[in-house]
């Protein structure tokens, strides 16, 4: 009976909260980054990633410190909470590794904010890396760009007519998106149904980028084959298959 018990309280022992790999913890601030196990085991990439956390946790200290002393008020309740997650999204070619990276902020305004950005990391050179090296070219404006922000804005008013939301699916909230690298969306190489391949590009959007804060946010997938008169000998290389069923069915 005692060893029943004793199993019967650790089950109902909640695990604890994992560890951050770095923290700010102050009366102005409580702020936190995570990386996962699979970019932890890349040792470069993890420094990668730290470093760059470790600054934003250092200038969102800074300008919590700030706030306070100029508006003590707003810190009645406590003070700020950040968070930022990094998370390998794909592996292609055993060598491009896509990062998701999302944050959270509470600076006690109306509601949380959350925010969405991207890496795309080069295991055999160990660097951050564009997307530029699959495509014949990436001018601004020119038929590469110009085709990936048409088949974005296609995959966008497919999904919000799925959510039922097509009523925000007008030129207005995708004004933003230009036929630019940095203008056309955060973008991950999309998993694939082929070993070793991409299906296609994803391009994640927070909240408020294209659509309002109560639809939160979205993903936009290109498949491959909309692009394949684009590619260079690197990207027919990298790019096959389809996308696998449990990523088509993200938000």
């Known amino acids: ?3 029943l018990a004793a199993n019967t309280k650790a089950a109902a022992t909640p695990p604890a909260d994992p560890k951050p790999d770095a923290a700010v913890k102050n009366k102005n601030i409580d702020a936190r980054i995570f990386l996962d196990d699979k970019i932890k085991a890349d040792a470069a990439l993890a420094a990668d990633c730290l470093a ?3 600054r ?9 410190a700030a706030s306070r002393k100029a508006d003590p008020q707003f810190f009645r309740d406590g003070g700020w909470d950040f968070e930022r997650k990094y998370a390998i999204r794909s592996v292609v070619a055993d060598r491009y590794v896509s990062v998701l990276r999302n944050d959270y902020m509470d600076t006690h305004g109306a509601h949380p904010n959350s925010d969405v950005n991207t890496i795309l990391w080069d ?5 951050r890396i564009s997307i530029r090296p699959f495509f014949t070219e990436t001018a601004d404006g020119g038929l590469t760009m110009k085709a990936m922000v048409k088949a974005v804005i296609v995959s966008l008013k497919a999904e919000k007519k799925k959510r039922g939301t097509s009523e925000t699916a007008t030129d207005e909230w995708f004004k933003e998106l230009a036929p630019n690298l940095l203008k056309v969306g955060a973008v991950t190489l999309a998993p694939s149904t082929e070993a070793g391949k991409s299906s296609g590009l994803t391009f994640h959007y927070p909240p408020y980028a294209v659509g309002p804060y109560a639809e939160g946010e979205y993903v936009a997938y290109v498949p491959w084959e909309t692009l394949k008169p684009y590619l260079t000998a690197e990207g027919l290389r990298i790019f096959g298959g389809a996308r696998p069923k449990g990523y088509a069915e993200e938000p």
């Open 1 to 3: 009976m005692r060893e």
């Open 123 to 127: 295991k055999t050179d160990g660097k």
């Open 56 to 64: 934003w946790l250092d200038k969102n200290a800074a300008e919590a």
């Open 52 to 54: 760059e956390g470790k």
